[in-house]
């Protein structure tokens, strides 16, 4: 480990002692310096002279951010003064404060600054005009410091109160998002310890000293702990640091220690020793990093990393340091798809002139129209329209943007595992069910898998240590699943548990070909499924014996789900017109060898994503998809039969209809006639600890949109109630009573609607069931029940309609026609409501239906017969 730089620096001394900043300008060219003096110091990189002063400023600065034209100070005095750097010279104002001025930022693109101060609010000023002014005030305690997120969308708040508060800065006014405690500590503004945030330049996640004098790394996603830079410092971590790639880390702390990490392992790879070093500056191209000490002095080092770590330099932009980073790991709902381009042969020839390639090809219309659409109105419709070459951060992992991409890149549905979550700092849930849940915990050498039923009486719970890095789970009444992933040349292996069995429990594992990894599995009652990244689908009998291996036509592989002898996969299809695969399923009996469905295709609107996928209790397949819609196949086992019919809309929920309450739903199952879920707040996507509730709702088919909560009536006092009844009702009154009993009536019918529409979906799915098993008699007497219920729906209908007067007559009598009873007893009952309530010519009409014997259950053969069933 070095230990030195290859020649020390010498201290430049540039301000008088006390609080100094330092920060390079974007492209390089110059160091600009603020400090406790009236006087601010420009140096010329590469040049060693004396630098270019400003003696025109403020004195007492204590924070400084540049552009390449121009750059602000921030003062003692509560100033903050825009400097240029054309002339060298204090060009104005931008804003000024009752306190004193902490740090300043300009956002990426330069339009913005932000000034904390001992103020309890944030300031956010336009560069180019003042007057426009935006003011942060929900987090209510002084700003340390604060910094931009490298796209300017975020800006993170360290204050005095030992919180970070982060900002949201996409829409008209900021609005605070989140508020991240447990990181930093307390302590004042005047302090010479750092709590500043700096974000990572991948902007994925920011470091931030802690208390404890480690470096914490946070992610925004989900905004938990990461990886941490420990056991590094004995001090209070005054300055703090990323390179430009990512790669590096450099600190300083009271400890008079200034250290650089490599990011990738968290490891120490150069330790020097400067006392008082309260700021780091990177230079954004070449091995130089300077630095700045509380007595004023100026450290400018030329070859800053040691030689032997200076090519992480030279590296394009480096991913931040995740425990589970989601963009390389193929884990569940975290797998990148890769580019269909990438491997794709080089055609040996060119084409025809009139063929469909050349045609396409932009290398046939000359350099200048290389790009083919311009970002004329700076709406990003193109990649880097200023360069003629993609930069090498363009993407993170590497991948270049294609010339054709529009034609041979589709996107593709990415694969995920049912039921389960991303990493979320060092924990995740492998399996969220009905019968219980798996959950892991990386501890860094090994995991800890544990394994929680609901019902203690029959299951015990379980955990183990896990050296194979399990990543995937399935838990059902038999057993337990499990699979790890590939890692260096060690295969993928799948492990079954079973809970208990007639001899020796027994364990047993297997090996997946070299290099194939699992991207879904699920386990049933009777087989395991397992889809690979090789595009098999691999059953196996619950003790292991491998009973089927094919390659479906639908890849690459998305997900599968399983119910008994019945296995569902789902895969990538053709491309759509707006570019995305279409997502296929197929529905087979794997012990019967037959097949239900065939590459047919999931109901899903443009732009939705499925987010989970299982069977019901009663064995009908069920998705969940990206717009909080539930969905259930009917007719599945009927060949070129099968409709995906809405059962719930999460989104028209009367608990969501006041618009004030936001929440997403993360799916568990479907058992009971009921959407089992548990409920996230603040816009997570994915449960985390402590375990939530489970909750449930009942199916509501979308059919209005949400009912607007009524405004409760403010309780009347004594005195007012008294006048109230010597008063003679008003025509506002009346009005506002017809409206409220014509809300009941609407609300009254659409009830009476839900449960006709709803017993006949459960009336078919049994009849579906009973024609393809053996049948039971309570099943049998389930099947007639249903068929009741559904004419004492349509009998409460008829009643509803009855009375909103003679001219819903036409819609009564085919309200009578969807009747299924064959005995009379119902169209009896039907003339009866109608003539309680006075309608004369429809009872006429109901007996003459009755007497045809027309109209009933859809097997009749007059020409008025209705089609029957909504759902038959």
């Known amino acids: ?56 400023c403020q004195e007492q600065n204590h924070a400084v951010s540049t552009s390449n034209g121009f750059f602000v100070a921030g003062a003692e005095d509560g100033t903050v003064s825009y400097y240029s750097l054309d002339s060298n010279m204090f060009d104005r104002f931008l804003l000024r404060t009752s306190l004193p001025v902490r740090d300043v930022a300009l956002s990426p693109d330069n339009k913005w600054c932000a000034v904390a101060s001992d103020e309890l609010t944030v300031k956010l000023v336009g560069i180019d005009d003042n007057t426009k002014l935006l003011t942060l005030k929900e987090h209510g305690k002084p700003t340390k410091h604060l910094s931009f997120d490298p796209k300017g969308s975020t800006l993170a708040l360290s204050c005095t109160d030992g919180v970070i508060y982060v900002y949201s800065l996409t829409a008209d006014h900021p609005e605070l998002i989140r508020k991240v405690d447990g990181v930093i500590g307390r302590m004042e503004t005047e302090s010479d310890a750092s709590c500043r945030v700096a974000w990572h330049p991948d902007g994925r996640a920011f470091a931030v000293p802690t208390p404890t004098r480690d470096i914490q790394v946070v992610s925004k996603n989900d905004w938990e702990k990461q990886r941490a830079f420990s056991s590094g410092h004995n001090g209070d971590i005054t300055a703090l640091a990323w390179s430009p790639n990512g790669a590096l880390l450099a600190s300083a702390g009271k400890d008079k220690k200034l250290l650089i990490w490599l990011a990738k392992d968290q490891s120490v790879v150069a330790r020097y020793e400067y006392p008082n070093v309260i700021d780091i500056a990177w230079h954004p191209t070449k091995n130089i990093a300077s630095f700045t000490t509380a007595d ?42 890769e580019p269909n381009a990438t491997n794709l042969p080089s055609r040996p020839r060119r084409g025809s002139l009139d063929s469909l390639d050349d045609l396409l090809d932009d290398d046939n219309f000359g350099d200048e129209d290389d790009g083919f659409v311009v970002d004329d109105d700076g709406a990003g419709y193109a990649l880097n329209a200023t ?13 270049r943007p294609s010339k054709r991409g529009n034609f041979v890149q ?9 039921g389960s979550t991303p990493w979320r700092g060092n924990r995740k849930y492998l399996c969220l069910n009905m019968i219980g849940f798996v959950w892991t915990v990386d501890q860094d050498s090994h995991n800890t898998v544990t394994v929680e039923f609901y019902d ?76 690979t990244s090789g595009n098999y689908v691999r059953i196996y009998t619950l003790f292991g014996i491998p009973y089927r291996v094919y390659r479906p036509k639908s890849t690459p592989i998305v997900t599968c789900a ?26 087979e009996n794997i012990k019967r060898d037959e097949i239900c469905q065939n590459e047919d295709t999931v109901a899903l609107p443009e732009g939705a994503t499925v987010k989970s996928v299982f069977f019901s209790d009663n064995g009908d397949p069920c998705i969940y998809d990206s717009t909080g819609t539930l969905l259930t196949l009917l007719h599945w086992r009927q060949p070129s039969r099968a409709s995906w019919i809405p059962v719930l809309d999460t989104k028209l929920l009367p608990r969501l209809a006041s618009g004030r309450k936001h929440e997403n739903y993360f799916p568990i199952a479907v058992a009971d006639n009921k959407f089992h879920c548990i409920i996230l707040k603040g816009g997570d996507q994915y449960p985390y600890f402590p375990r939530p509730l489970l909750s449930e709702f009942d199916f509501s088919i979308p059919l209005t949109s949400a009912p607007q909560s009524s405004k409760k009536k403010k309780p009347k006092t004594s005195n007012e109630a008294a006048d109230s009844d010597e008063e003679m009702p008003s025509p506002d ?20 609607t839900q449960t006709y529409l709803q017993k006949s979906l459960h009336n078919a799915q049994l009849t579906d069931l009973l024609s393809a098993t053996r049948s039971t008699a309570s099943q049998r007497a389930l099947l007639a029940r249903l068929a009741l219920d559904i004419d004492k729906a349509l009998l409460q209908m008829l009643a509803v309609e009855c009375r909103d007067g003679e001219e819903r007559g036409m819609r009564a009598l085919e309200v009578v026609r969807l009747m299924r009873d064959r005995s009379g007893r119902m169209v009896e009952a039907a003339g009866k409501v109608a003539e309680r309530y006075g309608r004369g010519v429809l009872g006429e009409k109901i007996r003459e ?11 009749g053969d007059g020409e008025d017969e209705g089609e029957g069933d909504e759902f038959d």
């Open 1 to 56: 480990m070095a230990s030195s730089i290859a020649s020390r620096p010498r201290p430049r001394p540039a301000h008088t002692q006390g609080t100094t900043r330092c920060a390079y300008t974007p492209d390089g060219t110059k160091l600009v310096t603020v400090g406790s003096n009236n006087t601010i110091r420009l140096y010329k990189t590469g040049f060693d002279g004396e630098p270019a002063n400003i003696d025109d």
């Open 296 to 337: 004023g002095e100026v450290f400018i080092c030329d070859e800053f990393v040691p030689e032997q770590f200076a090519a992480q330099l030279r590296l394009p932009k480096q991913p931040a340091p995740f425990i589970h980073d989601p963009l390389t790991e193929i884990a569940a709902n975290g797998r990148r798809p």
């Open 387 to 399: 360069r003629k070459r993609a930069a090498d951060d363009d993407d993170l992992l590497g991948q």
């Open 410 to 418: 589709p996107q593709l549905h990415p694969s995920f595992q049912p």
């Open 456 to 531: 203690h009486e029959f299951h015990r719970d379980f955990h183990f240590t896990d050296t194979f890095l399990y990543d995937k789970a399935c838990l059902n009444d038999k057993g337990t699943l499990f699979s790890c992933p590939p890692k260096d040349n060690a295969p993928a292996v799948i492990l079954y548990r079973p809970h208990e069995t007639w001899t020796q429990r027994s364990d047993w594992r297997i090996q997946l070909p070299k290099g194939e990894a699992v991207l879904a599995m699920s386990l049933s009652d009777t087989f395991i499924t397992v889809t």
């Open 562 to 587: 399983s119910w008994r002898d019945y296995v569902l996969t789902m895969g990538n299809g053709p491309v759509g017109a707006d570019g995305m695969c279409r997502l296929l399923y197929s529905i």
């Open 733 to 752: 009154d009346d009005d506002a009573s017809d409206q409220e009993d014509e809300e009941s009536e609407k609300s009254e019918s659409l009830a009476h």
């Open 849 to 859: 239906l009755g007497e045809l014997g027309l109209g009933f259950g859809g097997d």
